[in-house]
């Protein structure tokens, strides 16, 4: 019998939607538009998975230990070099460049007595640069980061690991049955390799991607800018039985929409800054006291809810730790939700979700639209406007001038293929 060819249009049609469609894919922020989702066998994904492939085996099982000479040998011991970074990275931020998703405006900073400083005459808080001025108040929000938590909710986060005064953290934490993120420096990772598999592993806890030296992001190149973000991936990657992270938060707070827009368009990487910040970190070299954290912490913890919080913590010193442990009660006495600040609108800590054999879900998706709305466990309205606005404009690349490794993203996976045809050869037989 002929098939009708009318029919197996209709067919055809119905059925490479269905295949567009996966149906583990889902909205980071559902509140947001235009959402481009990447099965297991995405550009972003093969970008650290052949990396791994071509320096170890096929087979993951045979990947080198953490924590062993061969697995530390693989990855720079200090700045990354940009003439040795995979061809597959160069490759992909030049075809985002190529395709107008990386703004050629915005012009790199120089440091100035630490501080990133932009030539002359450039306003940094202009929606053409949207600079974070290091999560000041009022500063400019880029596009699609996240500075707020939901109503009611803090996101419990930590900067800086792994280091060896982690443990006193990592314990609390474990007692306390909270869980955490980790933003983590890569040759932290390769230095403490110990305490990282103590925070994947044992805490079961959510790792993120604090740049390979930390560096301020705005004073690099476009090149040198992807290097300290993908080496930080891919040693995740390669430590976690392929989990890629989703998130990540630039050092000092240091981002604008060129930093941004590579991070989000040629990696997948949705930043988290904060709202309040203890100056932890200098408690040690006497900028700040202990006594100050723990009543600006009080200040936080007994005021509004409205919106959440985001607070900056680090796992640096015993002084950090301590910080974060003298103001646990105080958030559980007034009624907080303390969740890992990736889970606050809930989000899967990785951008896959899934090791390479595929055994969990094999789909992620990032959004391209240019505002910071979410949807949250609650409140889920306001914290969208929260995270959207700001004394400056959101800004960032725009989704209609996606890159072609971005565009790609877009075509159905082998799976959702496979199926489209068994499919069509199934109402094949039946008609014959």
């Known amino acids: ?71 530390a040998a693989q990855y720079p011991q200090g700045s990354v070099d940009v003439t040795k970074i995979p061809d597959e990275w160069t490759n992909a931020l030049n075809a985002a460049v190529a395709a107008g998703a990386i703004p050629t405006n915005v012009p790199q900073t120089t440091l100035v007595n630490d501080n990133a400083v932009y030539p002359q005459g450039v306003n940094s808080q202009d929606p053409s640069i949207c600079s974070a001025n290091g999560g000041g108040t009022g500063s ?7 500075w707020d938590a939901p109503d009611g909710y803090i996101g419990i986060s930590f900067d800086d690991g792994p280091t060896s005064n982690s443990p006193t953290l990592y ?8 869980k955490a993120t980790h933003f983590m420096i890569g040759t932290n990772i390769l230095s403490n390799w110990q305490e990282f598999l103590t925070a994947y592993e044992t805490l079961g806890d959510d790792i993120a991607v604090h740049t390979w030296t930390h560096p301020h992001m705005t004073s ?11 080496m930080t991936m891919q040693i995740i990657y390669d430590s976690t039985d392929g989990k890629l992270p989703r998130f990540w938060r630039p050092p000092y707070g240091d981002i604008d929409n060129r930093v941004n827009a590579i991070a989000r368009n040629v990696l997948g990487l949705t930043a988290i800054i904060w709202n309040h910040d203890t100056d932890d ?23 509004p809810k409205t919106p959440g919080l985001v607070i ?5 010193y015993q002084e950090t730790a301590q910080a ?34 595929g055994e969990t879900d094999g789909a992620f998706s990032v959004s391209t639209s240019t505002t910071s709305t979410s949807a949250a466990p609650s409140a889920t309205e306001n914290a969208a406007a929260n995270n959207a606005s700001s004394t400056g404009t959101a800004s960032g690349a725009s989704s209609s001038n996606s890159s072609p490794a971005i565009l790609e993203m877009l075509a159905p996976s082998r ?5 489209f045809a068994s499919v069509v050869a199934a109402l094949v037989c039946a008609f014959a």
């Open 1 to 71: 019998m002929i098939l009708n060819a009318g029919l197996v249009l209709t067919i055809l049609g119905v059925t490479s939607s269905i295949a567009y469609a996966s149906p583990h894919a889902h909205r980071t922020r559902a509140a947001l538009p235009d959402v481009w989702s990447q099965p297991e066998d995405s550009p972003v994904y093969d970008l650290f998975r052949s990396n791994l492939q071509k320096r170890q085996s096929n087979d993951t099982d045979d990947s080198p230990d953490v924590g062993s000479p061969t697995w």
């Open 281 to 303: 970190y200098s408690i040690p070299a006497g900028g700040q006291t202990m006594d100050k954290v723990n009543s600006m912490m009080t200040q936080w913890m007994t005021g």
């Open 220 to 230: 690099l190149s476009n090149v040198q800018v992807l290097a300290e973000l993908a």
């Open 171 to 178: 314990t609390f934490l474990q007692q306390n049955n909270q």
């Open 140 to 146: 400019c929000r880029t596009n699609g980061s996240i």
């Open 324 to 357: 974060f442990i003298n103001s646990y009660p105080l958030l559980k006495q007034n009624g907080w939700n303390a969740v890992s600040v990736c889970r606050l609108f809930g989000d899967d800590a990785y951008q896959n979700g899934t090791s390479p054999d």
């Open 415 to 419: 799976s959702s293929m496979t199926a």
């Open 312 to 316: 900056l913590e680090h796992e640096l």
